[in-house]
């Protein structure tokens, strides 16, 4: 078993969602046996914590689950311990997710390369 830091992507939407977009970039870290269940538990966390509730001025405030943008081999540390949040504001969030989705796709394709070798 090895020890990884991934970065989650959620979305904040507040009432309408007629405000500049937010995002929430969370680093986690996972205990998993390699990279590919790595991401998968990742992205599980990050379903598992979408959350909806009414603000501090009754408002709903929704955060969705975007993908795992990073993933990074480490040594050992406490599983599941978020060690980073960054709450960013986006003029193009069409743009953000793109790319949010296009980085998830990539490990994910790296992670299954390692764990299935073609050779």
């Given at each position: 078993?090895k020890?990884?830091?991934?970065k989650?992507?959620?979305?904040?939407?507040?009432?309408?969602?007629?405000?500049?977009?937010?995002?929430?970039?969370q680093?986690r870290?996972?205990?998993a046996?390699?990279?590919?269940?790595a991401?998968?538990k990742?992205?599980?966390?990050?379903?598992?914590e979408?959350?909806?509730?009414?603000?501090?001025?009754?408002?709903?405030?929704?955060?969705?689950?975007?993908?795992?943008?990073?993933l990074?081999?480490?040594?050992?540390?406490?599983?599941?311990?978020?060690?980073?949040?960054?709450?960013?504001?986006?003029?193009e969030?069409?743009?953000?997710?793109?790319?949010t989705?296009?980085?998830?796709?990539y490990?994910?394709e790296?992670?299954?390369?390692?764990?299935?070798?073609?050779?």
């Amino acid at each position: 078993m090895k020890w990884y830091l991934a970065k989650l992507v959620y979305r904040i939407i507040c009432g309408e969602g007629t405000h500049t977009p937010q995002f929430d970039e969370q680093l986690r870290l996972v205990y998993a046996e390699d990279d590919l269940h790595a991401f998968q538990k990742a992205r599980i966390t990050g379903h598992n914590e979408e959350d909806n509730f009414l603000n501090d001025i009754h408002k709903p405030v929704h955060w969705k689950f975007i993908d795992v943008s990073e993933l990074h081999l480490l040594t050992e540390l406490i599983d599941g311990a978020e060690l980073y949040s960054k709450i960013c504001e986006e003029e193009e969030a069409d743009r953000y997710i793109k790319v949010t989705k296009q980085r998830a796709s990539y490990i994910l394709e790296n992670s299954m390369q390692k764990a299935f070798p073609l050779n």
